[in-house]
């Protein structure tokens, strides 16, 4: 039987990330809090009787082949749970490659987890996310949502307090940044005193706003002396009066909230012409679980 289904899925801010230092296996050890936004793609999952894998982008963005997540996501569930059937994936693309917003990693959990109900496996959420972990350190996040805490490579989760839900502009500079590059050029980062807002959220007190939250991000430095275009987006931000300007996981994606629409016109008007503006809103775990479906009939963005 063919059964069909649309998925939202979703894109992620970091909202704090620390380096503590590498692994034995080379990794690096670490600390972040990962949040969800709303700016998606779109995954339509149609599972066939035919064995085998095939993927479709018709938008661009993303490889159309075996190397995308969200195909290997897909064959690590056949390969391991149906053998005999197969999935036609089609993925539109609007979460920039390259950009630190988890863009792959947020399909191959989609498919992981659209996978599981269309298929009604029951397989538990922790076996997926270690099936996520192989494909990627930040597949198992995405199975989660909302706010959370990510430690190991980022691949152990603790959901922690939801962070009330606010406006951020996420500005992609055009460029895309080598993950595998930055922890390369990494310098150990400097020792920096415990952010309290940090330190509560932690502890279950989530603070009213991400300025208020007082995390950082120990990659920023070293992207931002790599990529002019990055450093020119982040300190235009800055100079526009945003209340919070962070780079997203490696980059290139900067993200800023703003305490006023003043300082936001600014910011608009203060932009290198080639930045790309997205202005979304962070979302909580409850309402990631609502929207994550696209009903029948649906052709808006949200």
């Known amino acids: ?8 899925s979703f894109a992620k ?5 620390a380096v503590e230092g590498r692994r034995p296996d080379g990794y690096h050890e670490l600390k972040t809090v990962f949040q969800t936004v709303e700016l998606h793609d779109r995954i339509r999952l149609r ?11 018709p938008d ?11 195909h290997r996501a897909a064959r690590a569930i056949f390969e391991r749970w149906a053998p005999e059937g197969g999935v036609e994936i089609e993925l539109h693309k609007r979460i920039p490659a390259g950009g630190g917003l988890g863009g792959g990693s947020s399909n191959a959990a989609t498919v992981l987890a659209g996978l599981n109900e269309l298929l009604d496996m029951g397989i538990p959420t922790q076996r997926l996310a270690e099936i996520g972990a192989e494909i990627g350190a930040d597949v198992p996040y995405f199975l989660t949502g909302g706010t959370a805490l990510g430690t190991g490579r980022g691949d152990r989760i603790e959901p922690l307090s939801e962070m009330p839900e606010e406006t951020v502009w996420l500005v992609d500079p055009g460029v895309s940044i080598s993950t595998a590059e930055i922890f390369a050029a990494l310098v150990p980062p400097a020792t920096r005193p415990p952010a309290a ?3 509560r959220l932690l502890a279950g007190e989530p603070a009213e706003t991400i300025a208020e939250l007082g995390g950082w991000n120990d990659l920023e430095e070293t992207v931002l002396a790599r990529s002019p275009e990055v450093r020119n987006v982040y300190n235009a931000l800055r100079r526009a009066g945003a209340s919070c300007v962070r780079l997203s996981g490696s980059g290139g994606t900067v ?18 012409a080639a930045a790309r503006v997205v202005v979304t809103r962070t979302l909580s775990r409850s309402t990631m679980a609502r929207w994550r479906i696209v009903e029948a009939g649906d052709r808006s963005e949200r």
Do not use: K, Q, W, Y
């Open 1 to 8: 039987m063919t059964v069909e289904r649309t998925f939202r």
């Open 60 to 70: 661009g963005g993303a490889p159309a082949d075996s190397t995308n997540l969200a």
């Open 13 to 17: 801010i970091n909202l704090h990330l």
């Open 47 to 57: 599972t066939t009787p035919t064995p085998g894998v095939s993927l479709a982008v």
């Open 197 to 199: 807002g940090l330190e």
């Open 255 to 272: 993200f800023a909230c703003f305490a006023s629409s003043g300082h936001s016109e600014h910011a608009n008007s203060a932009l290198p």
